[in-house]
């Protein structure tokens, strides 16, 4: 029986664009690619006070893993669990060492600009929803591909999710979350193709 038994709420993320919602504590967000090989950019930020939000640095080290597994939490920068990671019906790739792409970093690779990014989709919520949040928040990059070899180098590679797959997060906090469709077109980290992802959100 899935994690996520009684969906209260559903939003569609169109390719390339970004959506946000309010999580109570206890609250489960189900977040699935719909078509495969998509990426999610993820943030989570404390209801009660906005410079509270997930930090893969501190993650990191809270849990001593390049990144939560089924049972491990995501903490925030006041070291604290923000989200835990309870079912994972996908290959298990969730990088948290990439930056959100941004428009610099389309500049460096070429793009024609304006282009999509994940950083303007956080800031494009924050917007919606008066926060005001500054500086720049490292995402877990959730069905995301990006493996470190033994040598220390890291690679970019199309994810290996299929369409449907999913994982189902817990909010250990009342928070606000925030998630990307990742727009990237100019390498292999989407497939090359941006496609959908799906929100559900209950109990």
Same mark, same amino acid.
């Given at each position: 029986? =899935?994690?996520?038994?009684k969906?209260?709420?559903?939003?569609?993320?169109p390719? @390339?664009?970004?959506?946000?919602v309010?999580?109570?504590?206890?609250?489960?967000? @189900?977040?699935?690619d719909l078509?495969g090989?998509? =990426?999610?950019?993820f943030?989570a930020?404390n209801?009660?006070?906005?410079?509270?939000?997930?930090?893969?640095?501190?993650?990191?080290?809270?849990?001593?893993?390049?990144?939560?597994?089924?049972g491990?939490?995501?903490?925030?920068n006041? @070291?604290?669990?923000?989200?835990?990671?309870?079912?994972? #019906?996908?290959?298990?790739?969730?990088?948290?060492?990439?930056?959100?792409?941004?428009?610099?970093r389309? #500049?460096q690779?070429?793009?024609?600009? =304006?282009?999509?990014?994940?950083?303007?989709?956080?800031?494009?919520?924050?917007?919606? #929803?008066?926060? !005001?949040v500054?500086?720049?928040?490292q995402?877990?990059?959730?069905?995301?591909?990006?493996?470190?070899?033994p040598d220390?180098?890291?690679?970019?590679?199309?994810p290996?999710?299929?369409?449907g797959?999913?994982?189902?997060? #817990?909010?250990?906090?009342?928070?606000i979350?925030?998630?990307?469709?990742?727009?990237?077109?100019?390498?292999?980290t989407?497939?090359g193709t941006? !496609?959908?992802?799906?929100l559900?959100?209950? !109990?």
């Amino acid at each position: 029986m =899935p994690a996520l038994t009684k969906v209260e709420r559903t939003i569609h993320v169109p390719a @390339r664009t970004g959506a946000s919602v309010e999580l109570k504590k206890g609250q489960l967000i @189900r977040i699935t690619d719909l078509k495969g090989a998509q =990426p999610c950019d993820f943030w989570a930020f404390n209801k009660n006070d906005h410079w509270e939000f997930l930090a893969p640095e501190y993650t990191k080290v809270s849990i001593m893993k390049t990144y939560p597994r089924v049972g491990d939490a995501a903490y925030t920068n006041h @070291r604290r669990p923000v989200v835990t990671l309870v079912e994972d #019906r996908s290959p298990g790739q969730h990088d948290m060492e990439f930056a959100a792409c941004d428009e610099e970093r389309y #500049r460096q690779l070429g793009a024609k600009l =304006p282009h999509a990014s994940c950083q303007d989709n956080l800031q494009k919520e924050f917007k919606k #929803r008066g926060m !005001t949040v500054k500086g720049i928040i490292q995402p877990w990059n959730l069905f995301t591909n990006f493996p470190i070899f033994p040598d220390g180098t890291i690679g970019i590679k199309a994810p290996d999710s299929k369409p449907g797959d999913n994982c189902t997060l #817990r909010a250990e906090m009342d928070c606000i979350v925030v998630v990307s469709a990742c727009p990237q077109d100019m390498n292999e980290t989407c497939g090359g193709t941006p !496609t959908d992802l799906q929100l559900e959100i209950g !109990t």
